[in-house]
């Protein structure tokens, strides 16, 4: 299990997947969805009490109440590594972040949207999903990935922050 603080903000975030075996889950109203084995980047948002800390603790340690789409498929899967922004006061930003992300991220050739709708469904900005499929065949790193995030955000590369559970997560992605 990945170990990490996080601040209290409010913020956005990216959680990296994997899944090691086929499954069909009840992903609340959406229904049963199949995912098959492969890498995943969940976006997601903490805009509650405890903000980032909150959140991503809860995703890091796994189990509990479902209560969200992502925790049916945080249960059969493991955490490889998260990327997050904290909420900046002075942004420009119409669109949330998470939804900014996602989009591009779907965008991306050979990426895939496994189950429409997939947390995303009280998104006002038209994303697909909130979940993205990579490509097993590709393997991008995370950190390949925290670099398409900052760009999409234009910011420097050192405002979003990354971590992967050791080395070798990467290299097992």
Same mark, same amino acid.
């Given at each position: ?6 601040? !209290? ?34 976006? +997601? ?83 697909? !999903? ?17 670099? $398409? ?10 405002? $979003?922050?990354?971590?992967? +559970? ?8």
């Amino acid at each position: 299990m990945i170990m990490a603080v996080f601040p !209290a903000d409010s913020g956005s975030y990216a959680l990296f997947l994997t899944l090691s075996s086929p499954q069909t889950l009840q992903i609340g109203r959406l229904g049963a969805g199949f995912f098959p084995p492969g890498i995943y980047i969940y976006f +997601g948002s903490a805009r509650g009490p405890g903000g980032l800390r909150a959140r991503l603790g809860r995703h890091l340690r796994g189990g509990g109440k479902s209560h969200w789409h992502i925790d049916a498929l945080r249960a059969v899967t493991e955490v490889k590594g998260f990327c997050y922004i904290t909420d900046q006061k002075d942004t420009s930003f119409t669109t949330p972040i998470e939804c900014l992300w996602s989009q591009a991220l779907a965008a991306l050739p050979d990426t895939s949207v496994p189950l429409p709708g997939f947390g995303a469904s009280d998104c006002r900005a038209g994303c697909p !999903a909130h979940l993205i499929a990579l490509p097993v065949d590709k393997k991008k790193v995370l950190s390949v990935y925290g670099d $398409i995030l900052a760009e999409v955000l234009q910011v420097p590369r050192k405002a $979003i922050s990354r971590r992967t +559970g050791s080395s070798s997560a990467l290299s097992n992605l």
